[in-house]
Protein backbone atom coordinates (compact mmCIF):
# COMPACT_ATOMS: atom_id res chain seq x y z
CA UNK A 1 0.00 0.00 0.00
CA UNK A 2 1.31 3.23 -1.32
CA UNK A 3 0.18 6.95 0.40
CA UNK A 4 0.73 10.36 -1.23
CA UNK A 5 -0.48 13.62 0.87
CA UNK A 6 -0.65 16.56 -0.98
CA UNK A 7 -1.46 20.16 0.17
CA UNK A 8 -3.43 22.58 -1.66
CA UNK A 9 -3.53 26.78 -1.18
CA UNK A 10 -6.26 28.15 -3.42
CA UNK A 11 -7.55 32.00 -3.05
CA UNK A 12 -10.63 30.77 -1.75
CA UNK A 13 -12.37 30.30 -5.11
CA UNK A 14 -10.30 27.38 -6.23
CA UNK A 15 -9.11 29.33 -9.55
CA UNK A 16 -5.46 29.32 -8.18
CA UNK A 17 -4.32 26.30 -7.04
CA UNK A 18 -0.75 25.29 -5.79
CA UNK A 19 -0.12 22.09 -5.17
CA UNK A 20 2.50 20.71 -2.89
CA UNK A 21 3.41 17.02 -1.74
CA UNK A 22 4.78 16.24 1.42
CA UNK A 23 4.64 12.91 2.05
CA UNK A 24 4.67 9.07 0.79
CA UNK A 25 4.37 6.02 2.86
CA UNK A 26 4.83 2.70 1.63
CA UNK A 27 3.20 -0.43 3.91
CA UNK A 28 3.83 -3.73 3.08
CA UNK A 29 0.60 -5.65 2.65
CA UNK A 30 1.59 -8.52 4.83
CA UNK A 31 1.98 -6.13 7.64
CA UNK A 32 2.56 -7.64 11.40
CA UNK A 33 -0.06 -8.02 13.72
CA UNK A 34 -1.21 -4.45 15.35
CA UNK A 35 1.15 -2.10 12.96
CA UNK A 36 -1.42 -0.08 11.65
CA UNK A 37 -1.47 3.80 10.98
CA UNK A 38 1.19 6.29 11.18
CA UNK A 39 4.23 6.05 13.58
CA UNK A 40 4.55 8.93 15.91
CA UNK A 41 7.98 10.06 14.23
CA UNK A 42 5.77 10.32 11.02
CA UNK A 43 2.81 11.87 12.32
CA UNK A 44 5.45 14.19 13.39
CA UNK A 45 7.40 15.00 10.48
CA UNK A 46 3.80 15.14 8.94
CA UNK A 47 2.59 17.88 10.99
CA UNK A 48 6.31 19.78 10.48
CA UNK A 49 5.97 19.64 6.85
CA UNK A 50 2.76 21.16 6.70
CA UNK A 51 3.89 24.00 9.19
CA UNK A 52 6.98 24.66 7.04
CA UNK A 53 4.65 25.20 3.73
CA UNK A 54 2.01 27.19 5.22
CA UNK A 55 4.81 29.41 6.40
CA UNK A 56 6.17 29.91 3.78
CA UNK A 57 2.65 30.60 1.57
CA UNK A 58 1.80 33.23 3.83
CA UNK A 59 5.32 34.55 3.98
CA UNK A 60 5.16 34.55 0.25
CA UNK A 61 1.38 35.92 -0.37
CA UNK A 62 2.16 38.72 2.17
CA UNK A 63 5.57 40.19 0.40
CA UNK A 64 3.85 39.97 -2.59
CA UNK A 65 1.31 42.57 -1.46
CA UNK A 66 3.21 44.50 0.34
CA UNK A 67 6.14 44.80 -2.53
CA UNK A 68 4.20 47.59 -4.63
CA UNK A 69 5.00 50.83 -4.15
CA UNK A 70 1.36 52.37 -2.76
CA UNK A 71 2.08 55.69 -3.92
CA UNK A 72 3.40 55.42 -7.24
CA UNK A 73 2.69 51.64 -8.07
CA UNK A 74 5.81 50.27 -9.16
CA UNK A 75 7.53 46.79 -8.14
CA UNK A 76 10.73 47.13 -5.89
CA UNK A 77 13.83 45.01 -6.97
CA UNK A 78 14.70 42.43 -4.56
CA UNK A 79 18.09 43.27 -2.68
CA UNK A 80 19.49 40.55 -1.26
CA UNK A 81 17.69 37.90 1.31
CA UNK A 82 18.72 35.52 4.06
CA UNK A 83 17.11 31.93 5.71
CA UNK A 84 15.25 32.93 8.53
CA UNK A 85 14.05 30.86 11.89
CA UNK A 86 11.26 30.54 12.93
CA UNK A 87 9.75 28.59 16.27
CA UNK A 88 6.35 27.71 16.27
CA UNK A 89 4.43 25.24 18.40
CA UNK A 90 4.81 22.50 15.53
CA UNK A 91 8.58 23.00 15.27
CA UNK A 92 10.85 24.53 13.31
CA UNK A 93 10.11 25.88 10.36
CA UNK A 94 12.64 28.45 7.93
CA UNK A 95 11.42 31.18 5.55
CA UNK A 96 13.47 33.55 3.14
CA UNK A 97 13.90 37.28 4.59
CA UNK A 98 14.05 39.31 1.78
CA UNK A 99 15.08 42.48 1.62
CA UNK A 100 14.01 45.37 -1.07
CA UNK A 101 15.04 48.72 -2.65
CA UNK A 102 13.52 51.58 -1.91
CA UNK A 103 11.37 53.01 -4.59
CA UNK A 104 12.92 55.47 -6.84
CA UNK A 105 9.72 57.58 -6.40
CA UNK A 106 11.37 58.23 -2.77
CA UNK A 107 8.04 57.64 -1.01
CA UNK A 108 10.42 54.84 0.98
CA UNK A 109 11.63 56.53 3.42
CA UNK A 110 15.16 54.24 4.27
CA UNK A 111 17.30 53.03 1.69
CA UNK A 112 16.05 49.10 2.10
CA UNK A 113 12.77 48.27 2.71
CA UNK A 114 12.30 45.11 4.91
CA UNK A 115 8.62 43.66 4.53
CA UNK A 116 8.60 41.37 7.09
CA UNK A 117 9.81 43.81 9.88
CA UNK A 118 6.42 44.35 10.85
CA UNK A 119 5.11 41.09 10.42
CA UNK A 120 7.14 38.48 11.64
CA UNK A 121 8.74 40.61 14.69
CA UNK A 122 10.15 37.72 16.20
CA UNK A 123 11.91 34.36 16.39
CA UNK A 124 9.12 32.62 17.87
CA UNK A 125 5.27 32.47 17.33
CA UNK A 126 2.73 34.32 19.94
CA UNK A 127 1.19 30.82 21.33
CA UNK A 128 4.71 28.82 21.71
CA UNK A 129 5.50 31.96 23.78
CA UNK A 130 2.43 31.58 25.99
CA UNK A 131 3.06 28.03 26.33
CA UNK A 132 6.59 28.95 27.75
CA UNK A 133 5.60 31.08 30.12
CA UNK A 134 2.50 29.06 31.02
CA UNK A 135 5.18 26.18 31.89
CA UNK A 136 7.48 28.83 33.37
CA UNK A 137 4.98 29.75 36.11
CA UNK A 138 4.76 26.34 37.02
CA UNK A 139 8.55 25.97 37.87
CA UNK A 140 10.21 26.17 40.96
CA UNK A 141 13.30 28.74 40.59
CA UNK A 142 15.65 26.09 40.87
CA UNK A 143 13.84 23.71 38.26
CA UNK A 144 14.01 26.81 35.82
CA UNK A 145 17.45 27.06 36.42
CA UNK A 146 18.34 23.68 35.40
CA UNK A 147 16.04 23.79 32.37
CA UNK A 148 18.71 26.53 31.03
CA UNK A 149 21.70 25.22 32.10
CA UNK A 150 20.08 22.21 29.52
CA UNK A 151 20.09 24.58 26.49
CA UNK A 152 23.61 24.78 27.06
CA UNK A 153 23.91 28.69 27.74
CA UNK A 154 24.78 29.83 31.28
CA UNK A 155 23.24 33.16 31.72
CA UNK A 156 24.28 35.62 34.38
CA UNK A 157 22.17 36.83 36.46
CA UNK A 158 21.35 39.90 38.90
CA UNK A 159 18.44 40.44 41.63
CA UNK A 160 18.29 42.88 43.87
CA UNK A 161 14.99 43.66 46.40
CA UNK A 162 16.35 46.61 46.86
CA UNK A 163 14.36 49.93 46.48
CA UNK A 164 14.74 52.65 43.61
CA UNK A 165 17.73 54.21 44.14
CA UNK A 166 21.70 55.56 43.05
CA UNK A 167 22.87 52.72 44.42
CA UNK A 168 20.73 50.26 42.50
CA UNK A 169 21.22 52.25 39.50
CA UNK A 170 24.82 51.80 40.24
CA UNK A 171 25.42 47.99 41.13
CA UNK A 172 22.93 47.61 37.90
CA UNK A 173 25.71 49.21 35.85
CA UNK A 174 28.44 47.60 37.24
CA UNK A 175 26.89 44.50 36.45
CA UNK A 176 26.00 44.95 33.07
CA UNK A 177 30.09 46.24 32.33
CA UNK A 178 31.16 43.19 33.91
CA UNK A 179 29.14 41.01 31.73
CA UNK A 180 30.91 42.50 28.35
CA UNK A 181 27.35 44.65 27.19
CA UNK A 182 27.67 47.40 25.04
CA UNK A 183 25.34 50.30 24.02
CA UNK A 184 23.35 48.51 21.52
CA UNK A 185 22.60 45.72 23.45
CA UNK A 186 19.23 44.53 24.73
CA UNK A 187 18.52 44.05 28.40
CA UNK A 188 16.02 41.81 29.91
CA UNK A 189 14.60 42.61 33.00
CA UNK A 190 12.33 40.51 35.28
CA UNK A 191 9.97 41.75 38.00
CA UNK A 192 7.11 40.64 40.01
CA UNK A 193 4.89 44.07 38.90
CA UNK A 194 7.19 46.47 41.59
CA UNK A 195 7.99 49.78 39.30
CA UNK A 196 10.98 50.33 41.48
CA UNK A 197 13.19 47.92 39.21
CA UNK A 198 11.64 48.89 36.18
CA UNK A 199 12.35 52.45 36.79
CA UNK A 200 15.68 51.71 36.74
CA UNK A 201 16.01 49.69 33.57
CA UNK A 202 14.09 52.66 31.58
CA UNK A 203 17.05 54.91 32.94
CA UNK A 204 19.99 52.69 31.40
CA UNK A 205 21.51 53.55 28.02
CA UNK A 206 20.02 50.20 26.73
CA UNK A 207 16.73 48.87 24.98
CA UNK A 208 15.06 46.92 28.31
CA UNK A 209 12.46 44.62 28.04
CA UNK A 210 10.01 44.81 30.87
CA UNK A 211 8.88 40.86 31.55
CA UNK A 212 6.79 40.09 34.39
CA UNK A 213 7.43 37.43 36.64
CA UNK A 214 4.17 35.61 36.65
CA UNK A 215 5.35 32.62 38.88
CA UNK A 216 6.13 35.19 41.43
CA UNK A 217 2.91 36.95 41.04
CA UNK A 218 0.71 33.62 41.04
CA UNK A 219 2.50 33.04 44.60
CA UNK A 220 1.09 36.83 45.89
CA UNK A 221 -2.95 36.05 44.41
CA UNK A 222 -2.80 32.58 45.76
CA UNK A 223 -2.54 34.33 48.99
CA UNK A 224 -5.54 36.51 48.11
CA UNK A 225 -7.61 33.96 47.21
CA UNK A 226 -7.05 31.97 50.40
CA UNK A 227 -7.84 35.08 52.00
Known amino acids: MRCTIVLEF ?7 VRRVELMRFHRANCA ?4 VGLSLTEGKSLVNRVQQE ?3 EQVSRYCAS ?3 CKACGALRRVH ?3 SSELKTTLGKVFYCRDRWQACKCGADRSRYVSPLKNYIKQASTG ?3 WLHAELDATMPYRQAKQVMDQ ?3 QPRVWASAMPRTKRL ?3 MMNFLEDSGYNDPDEVCVVTDGARDLAGVADNLPFDTEWVLDWAHIGRMMRHVDQA
Not at 10 to 16: H, L, M, V, Y
Not at 32 to 35: K, L, M, N, V
Request: proline share 0%; glycine share 14%; aromatic share 4%.
Open 10 to 16: DDGNATA
Open 32 to 35: SSGD
Open 54 to 56: FVE
Open 66 to 68: QQA
Open 80 to 82: DGH
Open 127 to 129: ELR
Open 151 to 153: SGK
Open 169 to 171: HEE
